[in-house]
T-cell receptor
Framework: NAGVTQTPKFQVLKTGQSMTLQCAQDMNHNSMYWYRQDPGMGLRLIYYSASEGTTDKGEVPNGYNVSRLNKREFSLRLESAAPSQTSVYFC????????????FGEGSRLTVL | AQRVTQPEKLLSVFKGAPVELKCNYSYSGSPELFWYVQYSRQRLQLLLRHISRESIKGFTADLNKGETSFHLKKPFAQEEDSAMYYCALRPFYNQGGKLIFGQGTELSVKP
């Protein structure tokens, strides 16, 4: 019972490098989300996809892009990483945009030097 | 603006003591409120939501619309309750189903 799977779990980048965080869910959920978690800031929404084919900005979208590849997969791309993007990233999914419970992945810890 | 505030970064209590984790929100409409918990080395998971009005692991939370609060309470804390707790809000007419989280409170229950 995998639920929400994120890869990689850990990554170290140099400033200016690019990378993509992958997220996949096997629960047939319609909605998917990317959050970042920083000490003292809680979880902040980066981007979300209410349904396949749609994506929208969240609270802190700058420096990120997303792709809803299909119903299962929602990737987050950093085109030119900056030290301010050092964080733990969480992918989540929910059955529909109106369903309150989010199911989270284990997180991806990214360090940008 | 919609906002969730958890005023305590860290709450430390002894085993068997009552615990209250505070959550205040600002939202002009009728929100849906949640508590999520993250135990060490585990993923974030739903603890309870105000709509279901249930008690999970001895925790309860009552939505007080007058005080715009949704405090999480447990009468007798256990060591296994030590974790990071997040209060979250979903605006009633929200389009994307997204949740707005508070800053989190780390609960430490000492033996």
């Amino acid at each position: 019972n995998a639920g929400v799977t994120q890869t990689p779990k850990f990554q170290v980048l140099k400033t200016g490098q690019s990378m993509t965080l992958q997220c996949a869910q096997d629960m047939n959920h319609n909605s998917m989300y990317w959050y970042r978690q920083d000490p003292g800031m809680g979880l902040r929404l980066i981007y979300y996809s209410a349904s396949e084919g749609t994506t929208d900005k969240g609270e802190v979208p700058n420096g990120y892009n997303v792709s809803r590849l299909n119903k299962r997969e929602f990737s987050l791309r950093l085109e030119s990483a900056a030290p301010s993007q050092t964080s733990v990233y969480f992918c989540a999914s929910s059955p529909t945009a109106g369903a309150g419970e989010l199911f989270f992945g284990e997180g991806s810890r990214l360090t940008v030097l | 603006a919609q906002r969730v505030t958890q005023p305590e970064k860290l709450l430390s209590v002894f085993k068997g003591a009552p615990v209250e984790l505070k959550c205040n929100y600002s939202y002009s409409g009728s929100p849906e409120l949640f508590w999520y918990v993250q135990y060490s080395r585990q993923r974030l998971q739903l603890l309870l939501r105000h709509i279901s009005r249930e008690s999970i692991k001895g925790f309860t939370a009552d939505l007080n619309k007058g005080e715009t609060s949704f405090h999480l309470k447990k009468p007798f804390a256990q060591e296994e309750d030590s974790a990071m707790y997040y209060c979250a809000l979903r605006p009633f007419y929200n389009q994307g189903g997204k949740l707005i989280f508070g800053q989190g409170t780390e609960l430490s229950v000492k033996p």
